[in-house]
């Protein structure tokens, strides 16, 4: 019988193993290769000399705090105290679509709220400048936090999942459209189209340009 040291570290491998190589280096090893490296770049200047390698140490730091964070979710999933469900009946007809829009609806707003927090004086420095070290931002970025962000960020993903009825397909699928965004994010390409920069849209969902 498993002890609950060991259940807690087998979750925890699991979440570590799914974030860092489905969540963190495919993605970011993706972007880079086929898009960061081609010409026509927003930013034709070069990342600085360890800078790749500064975001990657960063970024897995980050993947180990999200890690953390999952098996804790995970426990309390067990015990009862999320909103995650299992049943497709349980709510009305398209709410799990639904869902995922809420998930990026909120999830964009705890950014921008708490981004703009960690741009005060009291807070740069301790949890936001390690990322704006990046004045050429690559795909290997992609979760180059500082401990303080990294928490930040996935404590508005676990409020989510404490508090709003999600299905584990609409999670994930809300992970995978933000892992997508945030890695394009960083590319240094306008993945838009000209018509959406110039749309009323792109004035409540921004692009890398807009």
């Keep these: 019988m498993m002890t609950i040291v060991g259940e807690l570290l087998f979750q925890f491998g699991i979440f570590l193993a799914i974030i860092l190589v489905g969540g963190y280096l495919l993605p970011a090893a993706q972007f880079y290769f086929q898009f960061f490296r081609r010409q026509g770049r927003i930013q034709a200047a070069d990342p600085r000399p360890g800078q ?4 990657v140490r960063l970024s897995i730091q980050s993947v180990v705090i999200f890690a953390l964070g999952s ?3 995970m426990q309390m999933y067990q015990a009862g105290m999320t909103a995650i469900y299992w049943d497709r009946e349980a709510y009305f007809p398209g709410y799990g679509i639904l869902s995922v829009f809420l998930c990026l609806v909120i999830h964009d707003t705890w950014f921008y ?7 005060l004086a009291i807070l740069f420095k301790y949890a936001h ?8 931002p690559t795909p290997w ?5 500082q401990p303080a962000e990294a928490v930040i960020q996935f404590v508005g993903i676990g409020l989510m999942v404490v508090f709003l009825p999600l299905h584990p397909l609409a999670l994930l699928a809300f992970l995978a459209i933000d892992t997508f965004i945030n890695t394009a994010g960083h590319c240094g390409y306008e993945f838009a189209p000209k018509w959406y920069l110039h749309s009323r849209v792109c ?3 921004s692009t890398v340009t807009s």
């Design 52 to 55: 790749i390698a500064r975001e």
């Design 203 to 205: 004035s409540i969902f």
């Design 141 to 145: 970025a992609l979760f180059a936090f």
């Design 129 to 136: 400048a390690g990322h704006h070290k990046s004045v050429t």
């Design 113 to 119: 709220w708490s981004h703009r927090a960690m741009h």
């Design 71 to 73: 098996t804790i979710l």
